[in-house]
């Protein structure tokens, strides 16, 4: 694109009585030799026509807008897919956040905040010099299939509703069948209105209703071997379940172990596997995958002391299902249902039950009581946990007098007669109890089966399984509350049992949302767009493959594991899979990775445009690296409230701390800048980074600088890395006075001027 | 958006919540057209009010950023604020809706710059902070508010408020003789995501809200912890601002009870020991007693719950509270029997905080439309109609579960835009 470019500096909102505009714009036109208006309210239709007037006329295409944030306005100065719009924030960082001179200081804090003024329209002049137009990435081909993995009521319910939006499904079930779990259900919860009655199993009608579509193919007694691609071309080797192919996803190994395989120190895990990166020519093609493995039943044989695999009249849950499915309740008059294993030492539920269990509890308590009424249930909880409208089957249940329900604290459970004897503290009888059943069920908890097995068998670099699986116990789960499809594999949602214990309505509620994001990213990949959550993004990272090193930083850091690579390790990119946060641009030790509006380049350009005043200690010129997501708005708050923020920092909004790249520390020091900061998102276990590991990835490769500054003979001080949230506006200032006070104290950059 | 009636593929949103935001920002990055309409003057509903997430305790308006970045970002989406829907005729694929939006009293001419409420004299209660603190009659609800506009309270500003307001705006922003606008746009389905109200707890008249500052709700609670609100994240005694020595949690504050909310609220019991996580960060020797019937902090909360009972200053006590009792030094006598003791207990307490439950706000509001509902409000879906609800309207649930379901009503949503 032939760029014509033009600042418009807006006087509106206070920045023309702030600044002197005057001045501003020769900032523009000498030192950056382009074009420069001002407008009293360029955000205005008056505004807007102006500068579409020199669009039209002038051919201007590249617009500088140095008026308000960025995060307001987007509409006004959105000139069309042609145009680039940059935009310089002196409103809320500048004017908002210059607070009030002090007295007597009234010039000094004049010039202070037209220098900030400045720099930012130097920065925004510089961005708009280097930004280019994106070219979306298109695939060569893109296959709009989908692949469900699991025929259980998730499984079904994904392909079904996916099919109802017109999209081709295959599903693949291991059992020779479909239904899953539920094919063992005598019956179902009560879903409506009054809550009341058990519903009879709808398994089959599911399973009819699948295979009646024409848009469902189903494989049954098949499992995945292995998943190559990306998202709208995923390459899909499939085989029969159990069976051991080449073709099976090799385990990850590492660079270390790679070392030691070559060595013949270390056996390698995948002898006799075809390589990860390599392409099966006869896989299946598919655009997206939903994994609905689904779950088992846990394991409980630890609780001997409730009799479990010492005494046959003790069961589970599931084997109760079972049991009354199989019509084998008879002779059985009284049954007592174990909610919580902990006695007297702990008041949880069994592990991996969720609220699911107490239901199942209820169900079944009302099976004893359908099959012979004279029996006796006994449902002894520590914590009844019957949400929203389940509340009213449980109440239910209550009016049942055979039906006996107290919290207890169950302490032992032994053989006596035919049956057996619960005994337990702390019920609601204000007694301790001793019961003698016929038989005691123990509500053992739903195990998803990503937690025995890699269950999606991906051939990527960084492995077959998902990550975070030890956040979760193993399950498949989002960490994001305001975003619960969110994996850390682009273009595969999980849904019911592999990520949560879930009742049937909740499995359908979540296996037709995970359907809809499949069907979504196939349509970004269509569009050439990035998905969550830089939605819509029409840029990528391409690589300068003739400068690679092969040092895999970037395949290792992406937090998404976008990046496979060759035999040499040379990077293999898939566009698809990128969420485009810019990690692996933040890790290139060679500067080789870069988005057309976001690169190394780019913002190293953007920080020598900053003018860095020698000899003058109020004069310090400091970087803050501000994630654009949580940071940069906090900051903007702190601007609306009115928080003085130091005059010496200068913020520069970055996609992902993660997109960091270490050489804009060393460069902003080597131009004689005196300290750098990184504000981003939590980590740790509640990380709260939107790209999982941007700012855990960021703060270990500011520590790791600390050494490198030493050897220049600067003080490992001069940088810093802080987690804050969206909403610390009002401890910013405090947190940059801080920080700025420590550089003050270890003095200018000593290679200013040089 | 390619057609600003709508068509038969466009889909109609209504809330602007959590849930709505979510269904509407899914439908619309498949690539279908979306109105969104919010019946309050900024996105974000119910979770813009909240301090923090549980478990993760992270705040709400993370997620809401990139939400709203999303929309920016979309032009498939047309979001519409202080935008009810009168009235819906037709049938599936084939919706014609009437819009009503209330006056702004400010116009798309507002750069936010603030100079309005700088020189508005007149004071309203803050409803985003449940009343709790005043802010001007010419005001932006709260930092994160989007739209960032402003909006004026016409009715509250006298005759000279009216004139400064007019005169401080150098943008011809304000306009007083703004009118109710109505529009009529045709959609192919509606996802109905109108959320939930907080449950009026003057109706438990045992429990005495409002005869006692010292009696606050949960609501009250999250307002004060956030950085925004009333008090600038102090949690004090409204009224004397005492700092609590002591807190009773009472939960179950019209949930699960036949005479006011038959249902669980579902949240409620993580949201106490949440908000024990705000007192402890601020009181780490405040003494907390929360009365409950059964804690439902099922699967991963579990572990949460686990780690605020080893808490050595708080107790929990199974039972539910039979009375709050206001006593002459400000503060309260929580009663209520130990269920498992039998014991009659009388706790003295600073301050109670009632965890009142989610009633739909359809039950409150009433419907504009023949929806199906059952008998506490909640709507049931028919997506075979394309009336399609998601979210708190559907059934009490927590946020994820909500976003799961309102993924789910895009879906639905789709499916109605694409039946042959």
New interface residues.
């Given amino acids: 694109m032939d760029k014509k470019y033009c600042a418009y500096i807006c006087t509106g909102c206070g920045i023309g009585e702030a600044l002197n505009i005057e001045e501003l714009t020769k900032v523009v036109t000498s030192e950056m030799a382009m074009d420069c208006k001002d407008h009293s309210y360029l955000c205005g239709a008056d505004g807007r026509a102006f500068i579409e007037k020199d669009m039209s006329e002038n051919g201007v295409n590249t617009v500088m807008i140095c008026a308000c944030s960025p995060r307001v306005m987007q509409n006004e100065f959105d000139f069309g897919n042609d145009k680039i719009t940059v935009r310089a924030n002196l409103r809320e960082q500048v004017i908002w956040s210059a607070g009030v001179a002090e007295e007597g200081k009234e010039d000094a804090h004049q010039e202070w905040m037209q220098e900030t003024a400045s720099d930012y329209v130097r920065m925004a002049c510089t961005r708009a010099k280097k930004t280019e137009l994106p070219e979306p990435f298109q695939l060569e081909t893109l296959n709009k299939e989908i692949l469900v993995m699991g025929g259980g009521i998730a499984g079904m319910t994904a392909a079904l509703e996916a099919s109802k939006a017109g999209s081709k499904v295959t599903i693949i079930e291991k059992a020779d069948k479909l239904g899953g779990k539920a094919l063992g259900w005598a019956k179902q919860f009560p879903t409506k209105l009054p809550y009341a009655d058990l519903e009879p199993n709808s398994i089959g009608e599911m399973v009819a209703a699948v295979e009646a579509d024409s848009n469902i193919t189903v494989k049954t007694s098949t499992e995945v071997a292995r998943i190559g691609g990306a998202p709208g071309d995923f390459g899909v080797t499939l085989k029969a379940a159990g069976s051991k192919t080449e073709w099976d996803a090799p385990a990850k190994v590492g660079v270390d172990e790679q070392d030691l395989i070559s060595q013949g120190k270390m056996e390698d895990p995948n002898a006799g596997l075809k390589p990860y990166a390599e392409g099966n020519p006869d896989a299946q093609k598919f655009g997206a995958v939903v994994l609905a493995t689904g779950w088992v039943p846990a394991d409980v044989s630890e609780y001997t002391h409730l009799g479990c695999g010492v005494n046959e009249k003790v069961v589970t849950n599931a084997q109760f299902e079972k049991m009354a499915k199989d019509n084998q309740l008879s002779g059985i008059n009284s049954v007592a249902f174990v909610m919580s294993p902990g006695g007297e030492e702990h008041d949880q539920d069994f592990p991996y039950c969720n609220s699911v269990t107490s239901m199942v509890a209820l169900k079944q308590a009302k099976y004893v009581r359908e099959n012979n009424a004279d029996a006796k249930a006994y449902i002894l909880y520590q914590h009844m946990r019957t949400p929203g409208h389940m509340e009213l089957f449980y109440k239910g249940i209550q009016q049942d007098d055979g039906i006996f329900l107290t919290k207890a604290a169950v302490t032992s459970v032994v053989a006596a007669g035919n049956g057996c004897t619960v005994t337990a503290k702390d019920t609601l009888l204000g007694e301790d109890l001793s019961l003698d059943v016929d038989l005691v069920v123990l509500a053992a908890g739903m195990v998803p089966t990503t937690k025995f097995e890699n269950s999606i068998n991906l051939a990527y670099r960084q492995g077959p399984a998902f990550l975070d699986l030890g956040l979760f116990d193993g399950y498949a789960d989002s960490h994001f509350i305001c975003f619960p499809y969110e994996t850390r594999r682009t273009g595969v949602y999980t849904c019911g049992g592999v990520r949560k214990a879930m009742n049937m309505e909740e499995t359908i509620d979540d296996a037709t949302g995970a359907a809809l994001k499949a069907i979504q990213c196939i349509e970004s990949a269509d569009r050439g767009v990035s998905v969550h959550p830089r939605s819509g993004d029409k840029t990528y990272p391409e690589f300068f493959m003739q400068r690679c090193t092969q040092c895999k930083r970037c395949t290792e850091e992406c937090p998404f594991g976008a990046l496979d690579d060759d035999a040499k390790g040379t990077p293999l990119p898939n566009p698809t899979r990128c969420r485009r946060c810019g990690t692996c641009m933040g890790a290139c030790p060679e500067r080789i990775i870069g988005f057309k509006d976001y690169n190394v380049d780019l913002i190293g350009a953007m920080l020598k445009s900053i003018e860095v005043p020698e000899d003058d200690e109020d004069k310090l010129r400091i970087v803050i690296f501000a994630c654009e997501n949580d940071a940069y708005p906090a900051l903007d708050m702190a601007g609306m409230r009115r928080n003085k923020l130091n005059h010496m920092v200068r913020i520069i909004p970055v996609r992902c701390l993660g997109s960091v790249n270490m050489a804009w520390v060393r460069d902003l020091l080597s131009a004689g800048m005196d300290g750098a900061m990184l504000l981003g998102c939590k980590y740790g276990d509640d990380y709260q980074c939107h790209f999982v590991k941007g700012s855990e990835i960021a703060s270990k490769r500011m520590e790791n600088i600390g050494d490198s500054l030493s050897t220049l003979g600067l003080e490992p001080e001069r940088v810093r890395s802080e987690q804050i949230s969206i909403t610390d506006y009002d401890k910013i200032p405090q947190l940059l006075n801080d920080f700025v006070d420590e550089i003050v104290e270890l003095g200018p950059n000593p290679f200013k001027g040089f | 958006m390619t057609d600003e009636q709508g068509t038969s593929g466009a889909i109609l949103v209504v809330g602007g919540g959590?849930s709505g935001l979510t269904s509407a920002?899914?439908a619309a990055?498949?690539?279908n057209d979306v109105f969104l309409v919010e019946k309050n003057a900024y996105f974000g509903g119910r979770v813009a009010q909240l301090?923090q997430?549980f478990p993760?305790?992270?705040?709400?308006?993370?997620?809401?950023?990139?939400?709203f970045?999303?929309i920016?970002?979309?032009r498939k989406i047309r979001p519409y604020t202080m935008t009810t829907v009168k009235s819906v005729t037709g049938g599936p694929g084939n919706y014609e809706v009437t819009l009503e939006t209330a006056p702004r009293y400010v116009n798309a001419?507002c750069?936010?710059?603030?100079e309005c409420t700088i020189a508005c004299s007149d004071e309203i209660d803050n409803d985003f902070n449940l009343g709790m603190n005043k802010s001007k009659a010419a005001y932006l609800p709260h930092?994160?508010a989007f739209p960032?506009r402003y909006v004026i309270n016409k009715a509250a500003l006298s005759a000279a408020g009216a004139a400064a307001v007019k005169a401080a705006c150098?943008?011809n922003a304000v306009d007083l003789e703004m009118q109710t606008e109505t529009k009529v746009i045709k959609v192919g389905a509606i996802i109905w995501a109108t959320g939930w109200t907080p449950y009026d707890p003057t109706k438990m008249e045992n429990l005495k809200f409002g005869q006692s500052q010292a009696i606050v709700t949960n609501m009250m609670i999250e307002r004060m912890a956030?950085?925004?609100g009333p008090t600038?994240g102090a949690i004090v005694r409204p009224g004397d601002g005492k700092e609590p020595e002591s807190f009773a949690f009472v939960q179950c504050a019209g949930?699960?009870d036949e005479n006011h909310l038959?249902?669980?609220s579902?949240v409620c019991c993580m949201a106490t020991f949440k908000q024990m996580t705000y007192i402890r960060e601020r009181y780490p020797e405040a003494k907390i007693y929360v009365f409950y019937i059964?804690?439902?902090?099922?699967?991963?909360y579990?572990k949460f719950r686990?780690k605020l009972m080893a808490d050595q200053n708080s107790t929990f006590i199974?039972g539910k509270v039979a009375e709050i009792i206001p006593e002459a030094d400000g503060g309260v006598t929580v009663v209520a029997e130990n269920?498992?003791?039998?014991n009659k207990i009388r706790q003295k307490v600073d301050m109670a905080v009632l965890a009142t439950g989610m009633q739909p706000s359809l039950a409150v509001q009433g419907v504009p439309v023949a929806l199906a509902m059952?008998?506490s409000g909640?709507i049931?879906s028919d997506p075979e109609k394309g009336m399609i609800a998601a979210g708190c309207a559907r059934?009490?649930?927590d946020?994820?579960?909500t976003?799961?379901?309102?993924?789910?009503a895009?879906?639905?949503a789709?499916?109605v835009s694409?039946r042959s």
């Fill in positions: 959590i920002l899914e990055e498949v690539g301090n997430y993760k305790l992270c705040p709400p308006s993370c997620g809401l950023e990139i939400n970045k999303r920016k970002d979309n001419n750069t936010a710059c603030g930092e994160m960032r150098k943008y956030a950085p925004g600038d949930s699960r038959e249902f669980c579902y059964d804690l439902r902090t099922p699967g991963k579990e686990e199974k269920a498992v003791t039998g059952d008998n909640f049931i059934k009490a649930a946020v994820v579960t976003n799961q379901s309102s993924t789910a895009a879906l639905k789709i499916q694409r």
